[in-house]
Every structure is written in structure tokens, then in C-alpha cells.
């Protein structure tokens, strides 16, 4: 590993970005956020990248969102930095090519939102995947709500959000969040697999074919802007303020 906060990795026709944060479990701030929408800009320029897998360093994939960030947002600034978060993970959708999120451990608040943005979803049974926010007074507003009801139906993407409920690999699969799971130390592996069988596609019909595959669902950015809208109030909320300084102060971590 070195020092970069997200680390970018070609292989022939393959690339492997891993958000590398190991010690805050790969929690996503703004710093990441720049440094991830600047390394997917050298992918979309690269017409020799057919296929994209994104993990993270250590035993998790994504914790959530730094909640120092969080602390730090009034209403202006958490709408302004939604609609950038936001960005990212759009750009991740429509780069072109297809992506594989490959979820060695945890995916939790911005890290499924992450996952969401992905083509696809490989995970490790014993991952824990769900969305905490409401109990920390905030809501998913990287665009976890259009997308987790996009994959896995407004039913379920209610009970997941109103209850924060965590599940585990099984249990995503078993709804559709996930498109297959494996043995924890598979993940990366069986990720560079299906990349492999995907990059040997016509990189033409698979773009045009991912645009068609976005085309369907074009009400996402409408739903995306009100997301931020909501998300930005939350967030500079006192109650918000009050609940996400007193999770920071416990030490439990990142949601």
C-alpha cells in the first residue's frame, strides 16, 4: 500500500481502484471524494480500460461517510457537497464501461451507496451491508435511496432504511442487493473474474448498452436533486449535530 488515499491499479484491460483508508475503515470525506472523481476521470479517457473494480483496503469496504465531515456541514455547504458526492458516483454509473463493487467487508451509509453506484456487486458472505443514517438524525443522500430502491424495490428499500437494518451477505443476495457472494478472501478474485469475461465484450454495444440501462431510469436526477435538498437540512440540523457528536465521541466509529 502507499500513502494515497484512493490507489489505482491497470492490469491489461482491467482497473482496480481501492479506496485506502484501512485505519477509519475507509471512510469517505471530501479528500476522497477529489481523489476518487480524479482518478475516474484518467479512466473515462483511457479506451483501453474495459471494466472497473472497486474495493477497499483492509477488512472493510466502505464504513460510511467521516462524520467529521458531517459535523463540519451547515445547510449550504451539505447541499453543495451532496451534489459533488453525488457527481462521483454518477460518473461511476455512466463511465461506460461496467464496474464491479467488490464488498470484502463492511458497506455501510455512503459505503452501499458506493456499492449502489456499481454495475454489479460481489461480496463476501460475511459482509454487513445496510444504512444507519436515520438513526443518527441524517438521511443517504449520495444517491443511496433512488439506487437502493432502483436494485432492490421500494418495499424492502424502506425496511432497510426505516429500521437501519444490517444484513449480511446472505441476506443481500437473497434480496437481489448483490449479484453473487463468496468466500471473504474470493472477493477481489472472483471480481477480476467476471471483469475478465466482461472486458472480452464490444466495448461499442456494452457502452450503448450501459446508456440504454441508465435511459430507464431518468427520473434518477430529479430524485438525486431532492435528495440533496433533504439530506442538506438534515444534516445541519441540531438534533443531527447532536446524535453524530455523540456516536463520534463513543468511538464506534463511521456509519
Not at 3 to 29: F, H, M, Q, S, W
Not at 142 to 155: D, K, P, Q, S
Not at 176 to 191: F, H, P, R, T, Y
Not at 208 to 236: F, K, M, N, P, Q
Request: charge should be negative; glycine fraction near 10%; proline fraction near 3%.
Amino acid at each position: 500500500m502507499t500513502d494515497k488515499i484512493v490507489l489505482y491499479e491497470k492490469d491489461g484491460p482491467l482497473v482496480l481502484i481501492t479506496i485506502n483508508r484501512p485505519e477509519v475503515k475507509n471512510a469517505l470525506n471530501l479528500t476522497v471524494f477529489r481523489a476518487l472523481n480524479d482518478v475516474l476521470d484518467i479512466v473515462a479517457k483511457d479506451d483501453d480500460v474495459k471494466a472497473v473494480i472497486i474495493t477497499g483496503a483492509g477488512s472493510a469496504f466502505v464504513a460510511g461517510a467521516d462524520i467529521n465531515d458531517l459535523l463540519s456541514f451547515d445547510s449550504i455547504e451539505g447541499w453543495s457537497a451532496s451534489r459533488f458526492q453525488q457527481s462521483v458516483f454518477n460518473k461511476i454509473e455512466k463511465i461506460g464501461r461496467p464496474s464491479i463493487a467488490a464488498i470484502n467487508g463492511a458497506a455501510l451509509g455512503g459505503g452501499l451507496e458506493l456499492a449502489l453506484s456499481c454495475t454489479f456487486r460481489i461480496a463476501s458472505a460475511k459482509a454487513r451491508m445496510g444504512f444507519p443514517e436515520l438513526g443518527l438524525g441524517i438521511i443517504p443522500a449520495f444517491g443511496g435511496t433512488e439506487r437502493l430502491v432502483r436494485t432492490v424495490g421500494h418495499a424492502k428499500a424502506v425496511e432497510l432504511i426505516l429500521f437501519r437494518s444490517v444484513i449480511d451477505g446472505n441476506e443481500a443476495y437473497r434480496i437481489g442487493l448483490v449479484n453473487q457472494i463468496v468466500e471473504q478472501d474470493q472477493v477481489e478474485a472472483q471480481a477480476k473474474e467476471w471483469a475478465q469475461n466482461l472486458s472480452a465484450l464490444s466495448p461499442v454495444a456494452v457502452r450503448l448498452e450501459l446508456e440504454l440501462l441508465h435511459e430507464i431510469s431518468r427520473e434518477l436526477d430529479t430524485g438525486l436533486a431532492l435528495e440533496s435538498a433533504l439530506g442538506a437540512l438534515t444534516v445541519s440540523s441540531k438534533e443531527a449535530k447532536a446524535l453524530l457528536g455523540g456516536f463520534l465521541s463513543k468511538g464506534k466509529g463511521k456509519p
